[in-house]
């Protein structure tokens, strides 16, 4: 099993930043993507970027430019570096990653909110 833990969320005028966290632990060396998500107030849950074991990255139209996934492998660390924020991404953030037996995990969400 894969266990995720993520950090980083909480208030944030628009036009600010902040950074998540997601460290994995557990049987790590089976991940084979991880990606974050978001879920805002009655609307669907949507990806907002991914990264794969080769490091391969894809986002979201509404975060291209703003938000930045990377990883520290000696970690097992997945970041999302996210600037210039706006009260549309105000949402719970959850990271999931993807695995060797095709497995999914997912962590327990953290808060980010995003004042006009």
């Known amino acids: 099993q894969v266990q995720l833990v993520e950090s980083g969320g909480g208030l944030v005028q628009a036009g600010g930043s902040l950074r998540l966290s997601c460290a994995a632990s557990g049987l790590v060396f089976s991940i084979r993507a991880t990606a974050w998500y978001r879920q805002a107030p009655g609307k669907q849950r949507e990806l907002v970027a991914g990264i794969t074991r080769e490091g391969t990255t894809n986002y979201a139209d509404s975060v291209k430019g703003r938000f930045t996934i990377s990883r520290d492998n000696a970690k097992n660390t997945v970041y999302l570096q996210m600037d210039s924020l706006k009260p549309e991404d105000t949402a719970v953030y959850s990271c999931?990653?993807?695995?060797?037996?095709?497995?999914?995990?997912w962590g327990q969400g953290t808060q980010v909110t995003v004042s006009s």
């Open positions: 999931h990653v993807d695995t060797y037996p095709l497995l999914q995990y």
